[in-house]
C-alpha cells in the first residue's frame, strides 16, 4: 500500500454545500438529489458546521415516506440549519495523509472530514472515499 499519500487524492473537490441561511428542506432535497449523506454548512465560504442525513432523520420521518412525495415540512420549518447541524467540527488539511484521516475517522463517532485550508472548505473526505480508496489498492 502506498505511504504518504495526501488526502486531497481521494476527497471530494466539487463539495454539495448548504449556507447558514439556507433551510432544512432545501438540505433534504440536496441529501435525495445528490445521492449524499453529509453536507458542510458554509457563511462566505468559511465552514461553519456539517450536517448528516442522520441529523435530518433525528427531528423527522423523513425515512418513513416515500421518496417519491412530499415531506410535510412543518417539521423542518421548527428548526434552523444551525440548530440541527454539527458545530464542533474536525477538519484536515488537503496535504494531510489517507492515514490520518483513516485515524481520525476510525476514533470519533462521525463519517465525514471537511477538508479545509484554514476556515476555508476546499474538499471532504467520508469513510466511503477512504473504503473505495482501500478497494483500489487490491
Same mark, same amino acid.
Given at each position: %500500500? =502506498?505511504?504518504?499519500?495526501?488526502?486531497?487524492?481521494? %476527497?471530494?473537490k466539487? !463539495?454539495? *454545500?448548504? /449556507?447558514?441561511?439556507?433551510?432544512?428542506?432545501?438540505?433534504? %432535497?440536496?441529501? =435525495? *438529489?445528490?445521492?449524499?449523506?453529509?453536507?458542510?454548512?458554509?457563511?462566505?465560504? +468559511? &465552514?461553519?458546521?456539517?450536517?448528516?442525513?442522520?441529523? @435530518?432523520?433525528?427531528?423527522?420521518?423523513?425515512?418513513? &415516506?416515500?421518496d417519491? #412525495?412530499? !415531506? $410535510?415540512?412543518?417539521?423542518? /420549518?421548527?428548526?434552523?440549519? #444551525?440548530?440541527?447541524?454539527? =458545530?464542533k @467540527? !474536525?477538519? &484536515?488539511?488537503? $496535504?494531510?495523509?489517507? +492515514?490520518?484521516?483513516?485515524?481520525?475517522?476510525?476514533? +470519533? #463517532?462521525?463519517?465525514?472530514?471537511?477538508?479545509? #485550508?484554514? $476556515?476555508?472548505?476546499?474538499?471532504? !473526505?467520508?469513510?466511503?472515499?477512504?473504503? =473505495?480508496?482501500?478497494? $483500489?489498492?487490491?
Amino acid at each position: %500500500m =502506498k505511504q504518504k499519500v495526501p488526502v486531497s487524492t481521494i %476527497m471530494t473537490k466539487n !463539495v454539495v *454545500k448548504l /449556507n447558514l441561511s439556507d433551510d432544512l428542506t432545501k438540505a433534504e %432535497m440536496l441529501f =435525495k *438529489k445528490h445521492h449524499i449523506r453529509h453536507i458542510p454548512v458554509v457563511y462566505s465560504n +468559511k &465552514i461553519v458546521g456539517m450536517l448528516s442525513y442522520t441529523d @435530518l432523520l433525528r427531528i423527522s420521518f423523513a425515512d418513513a &415516506i416515500d421518496d417519491e #412525495e412530499d !415531506v $410535510d415540512t412543518t417539521v423542518y /420549518n421548527m428548526f434552523t440549519v #444551525e440548530q440541527v447541524m454539527a =458545530k464542533k @467540527l !474536525v477538519s &484536515i488539511a488537503p $496535504d494531510a495523509t489517507i +492515514k490520518e484521516a483513516a485515524q481520525i475517522l476510525s476514533t +470519533k #463517532e462521525f463519517h465525514a472530514l471537511p477538508v479545509c #485550508e484554514g $476556515d476555508l472548505l476546499v474538499g471532504i !473526505v467520508t469513510t466511503t472515499d477512504l473504503i =473505495k480508496y482501500l478497494i $483500489d489498492q487490491y
